[in-house]
């Protein structure tokens, strides 16, 4: 019962329908025949009761074609039943089958009912040629609303996945930073207790007139085991969190994504975007902790070696009293006074701008990463775009087309509805005309 059968079905001469000699004239078979006999009142439906070879006797198979009839005619009135088998003399039954079908399907009028049916399938044809081409031109109409809709929806997803990338940008560079000033924050209260606590080293005995190069030198190596003892584990664990809160927001960022392509691939029908990040970026940030980390060595720094008023007195009176041993008591206190007062504050500045350059460094990085997750989500939905509008332009250049020349389709169309009218006409008058051979 598909479409294109119910479209023959009206242009047929006849159905003749199959049955099974085991079981013929089914309930569901009685079923379809008169939905067919509803749809086609006027079709001649006649059976061929197939299979005949199945029953045992020719008694039996007498009976069974009766009993078939009875059945059949119970319903269908004016069918006739032909029996059928593959044992029965094939060149006899053709002959049977053959005089079957004209007795039956081909009457004194059939010809004029077959032209009749064509004229119908002919005016259809027209209609449907006439409704295709509307139908062409409100699917090109619908395919440009829908194509712009959709290119709304892209640049829209387009302005949500850029306030996206900004906002997780700048959690986490804020994040970034924020572990770098601690880190800052903590070289610049630590190195100066360092340095203060380097004038325990020093004793009455020391020798003032080199005791600022062996301070220096000692300085100096307390800050650089600091660091590689202290900060730099620390600033590696606190580096590897980060990289982990970073991962979280890449997920996130991930799933709203997902979320994105899954609208419009039901939009689209189709698996048609996939908005994929870039998490490669992670294991780049891995690597580069573990290079900044691994190892690192800062210049030994002029504490106090630098030409200071304080470090030049200091250091012209250790080398004019400091062998002298009664003044060695008031050069140890003049010294430890010196060192424990100082604040070092531009040592621990310089210090930590040496330390945080390569991380400074890797932090201007950053936006230029981040956007890498982005990138190829952004490119596939410019694309897609693109793709959009010259979808557009091409079903509105095919609208203009169609509507510029619609003489081009309709032409041929009316050419042929004219000679259809003709037609119609002979088929009228040739109908008058045997209408009056009859009476007369």
């Known amino acids: 019962m598909e479409s294109d059968f119910q479209g023959y079905l009206h242009g047929s001469d006849g159905l003749m329908f199959v049955l099974d000699a085991r079981a013929p004239f089914t309930g569901s078979e009685r079923d379809l025949l008169l939905e067919i006999q509803m749809m086609a009142p006027k079709l001649p439906i006649h059976f061929l009761l197939n299979k005949m070879d199945t029953i045992y006797s020719d008694q039996v198979a007498v009976r069974m074609e009766d009993e078939t009839w009875d059945k059949v005619n119970a319903y269908f009135p004016n069918a006739k039943v032909f029996a059928f088998s593959k044992h029965y003399d094939s060149r006899q039954q053709l002959k049977d089958l053959s005089a079957f079908l004209q007795s039956n399907y081909q009457d004194d009028n059939w010809k004029e009912r077959r032209s009749e049916k064509i004229l119908a399938f002919i005016r259809k044809t027209l209609s449907y040629l006439l409704e295709k081409r509307a139908a062409n031109e409100r699917k090109c109409e619908h395919s440009i609303s829908w194509n712009e809709q959709m290119e709304v929806k892209l640049n829209g997803a387009v302005n949500q996945l850029a306030d996206l990338e900004k906002e997780k940008s700048e959690n986490i560079i804020r994040s970034y930073r924020s572990l770098k000033d601690e ?23 020391s020798d003032f007139s080199q005791v600022h190069v062996q301070l220096n030198e000692e300085m100096n190596e307390r800050i650089q085991t600091f660091i590689s003892d202290k900060i730099m584990p620390q600033y590696y664990r606190s580096l590897q969190d980060w990289i982990a809160s970073s991962q979280l927001e890449f997920s996130q960022s991930q799933q709203f994504m997902d ?40 210049d030994n720094v002029n504490i106090l070696l630098r ?14 009293f400091g062998a002298i041993p009664q003044n060695k008591a008031n050069m140890y206190n003049r010294y430890k006074k ?41 490119a596939l939905l410019q694309k897609t775009i693109e793709q959009t509008q010259t979808e557009i332009k091409d079903y509105q250049a095919a609208l203009e087309h169609m509507k510029e020349n619609p003489e081009v389709y309709r032409d041929p169309i009316t050419l042929f509805e004219v000679k259809l009218r003709q037609l119609e006409r002979l088929e009228k008058i040739e109908k008058k005309r045997l209408a009056q051979l009859q009476r007369k």
Request: proline share 2%; hydrophobic share 35%.
């Open 183 to 205: 880190v800052k924050n903590q070289l610049y209260s630590k190195i100066p207790e360092l340095l203060r606590d380097c004038s325990k080293s020093l004793t009455e005995s």
């Open 259 to 298: 979320e994105m392509s899954s609208g419009f691939n039901e939009l689209y029908k189709e698996e048609r975007i996939t908005l994929a990040g870039d998490f490669r970026v992670l294991d780049d940030w891995r690597r580069d902790a573990d290079r900044m980390t691994s190892s690192i060595r800062i």
């Open 338 to 378: 010196y060192l424990e007062s100082e604040d070092y504050l531009d040592v621990a500045e310089m210090i930590t701008e040496r330390f945080l350059t390569q991380f400074g460094l890797f932090e201007k990085s950053l936006d230029r990463d981040i956007s890498l997750f982005y990138r190829s989500s952004f």
């Open 307 to 320: 030409r200071t008023p304080s470090q030049l007195l200091l250091k012209g009176a250790g080398k004019l």
